[in-house]
């Protein structure tokens, strides 16, 4: 069965600081897509990165940035200049199949002032 | 519409009754979505829509739970005779076809079972 392990139930970074998320992930299929969601108390879930497991190059999106080891199953995200609004619970997430998604238990991301 | 509505935000039910909860996709999105949160727990997918068809429902827990997609639209998750362990917050997402591209998300519908 596919799984996704989020190790760090908690987080604590500085504002203005780096901090690191992790996520591996087990899945027997050759073609993926892996996903980091944001859920604010809102709860709704925010698409924040996506990786598509043959492209080698690590996917960014402005402070947000993933390291995918394909060969460890390893996709952590880091955040760059954290800011406030970064607090939030943060979800990885692999795809089964074309559809459905296999998600983490999620790591909650605190920032200090 | 501009983003996946659901309703309503928060639901508290008795234990046995049933309750519906709705789902409004983005216009245009034939892919839907449901999946369960429990506390402390990621999302557990629960049934996935295509148009109006159910061609993977393979997470609904129980007989008690059934959900329907009319018009290609709204979806309708129906929970019958709801247990305390029912209580979570019930996700909803669209995509366009298939959800490679990432899905987007509803707020939920939070449901406390009493």
């Known amino acids: 069965a596919q799984t996704v392990t989020q190790s760090q139930p908690e987080m604590s970074v500085q504002e203005a600081e780096t901090v690191t998320l992790s996520c591996t992930y087990d899945?027997?299929?050759?073609?993926?897509?892996l996903f980091w969601y944001k859920q604010p108390p809102s709860r709704q879930m925010i698409l924040v990165i996506r990786?598509?497991?043959?492209?080698?190059q690590n996917a960014t999106e402005n402070r947000f940035s993933v390291n995918f080891q394909k060969a460890a199953k390893s996709f952590s995200l880091k955040i760059s200049d954290s800011q406030l609004g970064d607090a939030a619970m943060y979800f990885c997430?692999?795809?089964?199949?074309?559809?459905?998604?296999?998600f983490g238990t999620g790591t909650r991301l605190k920032v200090l002032a | 519409g501009a983003g996946v509505s659901q309703s309503p935000s928060n639901k508290v039910t008795e234990k046995g009754k049933d309750v519906e909860l709705r789902c409004d996709p983005i216009?245009?999105?034939?892919?839907l979505y449901w999946y369960r949160q429990s506390l402390g727990q990621g999302l557990e997918f629960l049934i996935y829509?295509?148009?109006?068809?159910?061609?993977?429902k393979s997470g609904l827990p129980s007989d008690r739970f059934s959900a329907e997609r009319t018009g290609g639209s709204v979806s309708t998750l129906t929970i019958q005779r709801t247990q305390q362990e029912d209580s979570a917050v019930y996700l909803c997402?669209?995509?366009?076809?298939?959800?490679?591209?990432?899905?987007?998300f509803g707020s939920g519908t939070r449901l406390t079972v009493v």
């Open positions: 829509f295509q148009g109006n068809s159910a061609p993977d």
């Open positions: 899945t027997s299929e050759s073609d993926y897509y």
């Open positions: 990786q598509e497991a043959y492209k080698q």
């Open positions: 997402a669209s995509s366009t076809t298939g959800g490679l591209v990432g899905y987007t």
């Open positions: 997430a692999s795809s089964s199949g074309t559809y459905k998604y296999i």
């Open positions: 216009s245009g999105h034939t892919a």
